[in-house]
């Protein structure tokens, strides 16, 4: 896989000094897992994003807690889960500020922007949504990568611990063709 990892491929069959076979798996995961964290950074937003997201959502259709947390963590590619310990408060407080009203439906509470809700979500209507932003840099749709690359190294250790060895050379093809249509991508830009 000539270079593809610092330590010079997946290391199927390579103990890697530790007497464990997939050893140069776990750390080629390891190191996957390092370097898309250092790219991507944390997912924790302020609560002002958290507050623009949920005007945001509720702007285009009325939601409940946990479609408005569900939906927040697709649009960013999984880049940003919010907690219901900030969504939660958020949606009180702007009940409280008179800009969404909340309605018992199916034992839950489905919240909806009021006209002043309406209005607030024009205002920033030409702001970029808070999700297209992921940690402070433009393209938050970018975070997606890194969690393919992550659920593609797991995918990969998993064929390694219980693939047979056809099934592994199979999977060694598939990940050099991914490697050179990746680089491939990048020769066209």
């Known amino acids: 896989m000539n270079g ?3 330590s010079g491929g997946f290391g199927f069959g390579a103990s890697n000094g530790s ?7 776990w750390e080629a995961m390891d190191q996957l897992r390092s370097q898309f964290e250092q790219r991507t950074g944390g997912s924790r937003m302020a609560r002002g994003d958290v507050r623009a997201a949920v005007i945001s959502l509720l702007a285009e259709r009325p939601m409940h807690g946990y479609q408005i947390i569900t939906e927040i963590a697709e649009r960013s590619g999984g880049a940003w889960k919010p907690s219901a310990g900030s969504v ?10 008179g800009l969404i009203s909340a309605e018992e439906q199916g034992g839950r509470k489905t919240y909806s922007l009021t006209d002043a809700g309406v209005a607030a979500s024009e205002e920033a ?3 970029p949504a808070p999700w297209e932003s992921v940690g402070g840099r433009p393209g ?3 975070a997606a990568l890194p969690k393919a690359g992550m659920e593609l190294a797991s995918a990969t250790a998993q064929l390694a611990r219980t693939g047979t060895p056809d099934q592994v050379a199979d999977g060694v093809a598939v990940l050099e063709d991914a490697r050179r249509r990746l680089y491939a991508i990048l020769a066209e830009g």
Do not use: C, I, M
């Open 88 to 97: 939660y408060p958020t949606l009180q407080q702007l009940a409280d500020e």
């Open 140 to 142: 938050g749709h970018l």
């Open 125 to 127: 209507a030409d702001k």
């Open 19 to 25: 007497g464990n076979p997939l050893a140069g798996v």
């Open 4 to 6: 593809s990892f610092p």
